[in-house]
């Protein structure tokens, strides 16, 4: 087993890594992908050592410590918006099931974050992110 610095992975090959480690784990997946669409927090996660990536057998996984990221963000080492801090802490609960108030998260949200992770809650259920017509109902 070898390790590899994530901050020295370009984006995409790195965000790779991190699908296959989630691969088959909607709540893991949902979570990946709300970080990847909202483009901040891979990059900085991984600036601050809080990604880890592993290669055997000619393969590589990265996986969140989602602990310290947590903890890091708690402490202020990790500088960002509220709406970012919001987006990082509804990725850890749907990755590791860490409890989040929703009620005072959701507020620092725009309507294109609020979309982000409607959607990420919705893939994390094991449904198709992109169907959300509901049966018998009108699509909104």
Aim: hydrophobic share 45%; with cysteine; charged share 20%.
């Amino acid at each position: 087993m070898t390790t590899l610095p994530a901050r020295d992975l370009p984006g995409q090959t790195l965000l790779g890594y991190l699908r296959g480690h989630a691969a088959g784990l909607h709540r893991q997946v949902a979570a990946i992908e709300l970080l990847a669409d909202h483009g901040v927090w891979i990059g900085r996660l991984a600036e601050h050592s809080l990604i880890a990536v592993e290669r055997r057998r000619g393969y590589a996984l990265a996986s969140i410590d989602w602990d310290h990221a947590l903890l890091a963000l708690a402490e202020g080492m990790l500088p960002c918006s509220g709406s970012e801090a919001t987006i990082l802490k509804i990725a850890a609960s749907l990755a590791c099931g860490e409890p989040v108030s929703l009620g005072p998260e959701l507020t620092s949200l725009d309507i294109a974050n609020a979309w982000r992770v409607t959607t990420a809650v919705w893939a994390a259920t094991g449904h198709d992110a992109w169907d959300l017509d509901l049966p018998g109902e009108e699509p909104f």
